[in-house]
């Protein structure tokens, strides 16, 4: 095993290690509550929100907020629209890919959307056979297999209107999820999300429910008498049936518009992530409840180019600096990014960071945005 691990890389070391740890540490039991479950329907969508810092549920407009807030899926109207995002974290180990289809009902009124998410890593080693029974190495037995996680979300979104030039708009998502890793586990989930956004002349509110009836992944494994076997010798328990569970939480938003001029304008957006499952190590941190705060900015000239930047996942850690190992500092992950408008196409690009901003751990977001109207006859 040592020289195996010896001849991999660093990077995917940690995924396999991470991977065995899944499924050789899965309880036994029939449902428990996992803070860190389906962490990959946390990431975003869409260049232009991750760039602001995933600071999104009041101020997104666009058909991403299938993922961020489906009750802001009324602000598209008239015409289909079809959103596209890649990234890759890990020099390309892991993948990240988002699509989504948005389709305003004739009244304009009511939306219906739908998207999709994959995280995936591919040809991870399988090192379970690497040691004979003789206790040789034979790296002939090494397979690869993939490591993916997806999601369907479904939207409906209606608006009405307050008065005053205030739109109020209500949506919700059905979540089905699908995770597997190799041959050897899948899991099947279902949840849903709420939202509601509150639309003035400049500012705007929002609040999404996200698992709001607890989202559930049943889990399954297929392992064989070999497999059953090594983890036997090894000391690891036999994963068997469960479902793991996935409390819900609160994202409550604001966003105010500044017009700095007849060409420039200036949006900006804080949210508060309200999570129920235990303290967290965020902001304000209690037995009951953990908030997160997220914060976004974007200027837009004459609403064809924009510049973004945005900060979140605030936490205290131990400074690197420190000898004794004892002083901790708050760290955060910023993210910048950029976006231009032409005719009824948008392109946007982000550049996140996934650890800190004193130990940085950069990718790079490519969306692509269009509304695909009609073309015009004579």
């Known amino acids: 095993m040592k020289l195996l691990i010896s001849k991999i890389g660093t990077m995917k070391r940690k995924m396999l290690i991470a991977l065995v740890c899944l499924i050789a540490a899965t309880p036994s039991v029939n449902a428990q509550f996992r803070k860190y479950s389906n962490e990959?329907?946390?990431?975003?969508?869409?260049?232009?929100?991750?760039?602001?810092?995933?600071a999104q549920v009041a101020?997104?407009?666009?058909?991403?907020?299938?993922?961020?807030?489906?009750?802001?899926l009324v602000n598209v109207k008239d015409y289909p629209q079809l959103n596209l995002m890649h990234a890759e974290y890990f020099a390309g180990i892991g993948k990240y890919d988002y699509a989504s289809l948005v389709l305003p009902l004739k009244d304009n009124k009511r939306v219906l959307g739908l998207s999709l998410l994959r995280f995936a890593v591919d040809d991870i080693p399988?090192?379970?056979?690497?040691?004979?029974?003789?206790?040789?190495?034979?790296?002939?037995?090494?397979?690869?297999?993939?490591?993916?996680?997806?999601?369907?979300?479904?939207?409906?979104?209606?608006?009405?209107?307050?008065?005053?030039?205030?739109?109020?708009?209500?949506?919700?998502?059905?979540?089905?999820?699908?995770?597997q890793a190799g041959s050897f586990a899948n899991?099947?989930?279902?949840?849903?999300?709420?939202?509601?956004?509150?639309i003035g002349k400049k500012g705007r509110f929002g609040v999404v429910a996200r698992d709001m009836t607890t989202t559930f992944n049943a889990w399954s494994f297929s392992l064989n008498d070999k497999i059953r076997e090594v983890f036997y010798l090894t000391q690891n328990d036999i994963p068997v049936k469960s479902t793991e569970l996935t409390a819900p939480r609160l994202i409550v938003g604001g966003a105010y518009n500044f017009k700095l001029s007849n060409a420039i304008k200036l949006l900006a957006e804080a949210n508060l992530d309200v999570t129920f499952d235990g303290r967290r190590n965020t902001v304000l941190a209690t037995d009951v409840a953990s908030i997160d705060p997220k914060i976004g900015l974007e200027a837009s000239w004459k609403d064809v180019l924009f510049i973004r930047a945005g900060i979140n996942n605030f936490q205290k850690a131990l400074d690197d600096a420190d000898i004794n190992n004892t002083k901790k500092i708050w760290i955060y992950q910023p993210s910048v990014g950029?976006?231009?408008?032409?005719?009824?196409?948008?392109?946007?690009?982000?550049?996140?960071?996934?650890?800190?901003?004193?130990?940085?751990?950069y990718t790079h977001v490519f969306s692509f945005k269009i509304d695909m109207k009609k073309k015009q006859t004579n």
């Not at 990959?40 to 995933?54: D, V, Y």
């Not at 101020?59 to 802001?72: E, K, L, Q, R």
């Open 338 to 361: 950029t976006g231009f408008k032409i005719n009824n196409v948008q392109i946007d690009y982000a550049f996140t960071n996934l650890a800190n901003q004193s130990n940085p751990l």
């Open 40 to 54: 990959f329907l946390n990431i975003g969508a869409g260049a232009r929100g991750l760039a602001m810092g995933g």
């Open 187 to 198: 899991a099947w989930g279902f949840g849903f999300d709420a939202g509601v956004q509150v």
């Open 59 to 72: 101020s997104v407009s666009d058909g991403t907020a299938g993922y961020w807030n489906p009750a802001a």
């Open 126 to 179: 399988n090192t379970i056979f690497l040691v004979e029974s003789d206790g040789t190495i034979n790296f002939s037995n090494i397979q690869t297999f993939s490591s993916a996680d997806y999601a369907l979300l479904i939207s409906m979104a209606q608006n009405k209107s307050l008065g005053n030039g205030k739109k109020l708009s209500a949506g919700i998502n059905a979540k089905i999820i699908h995770r």
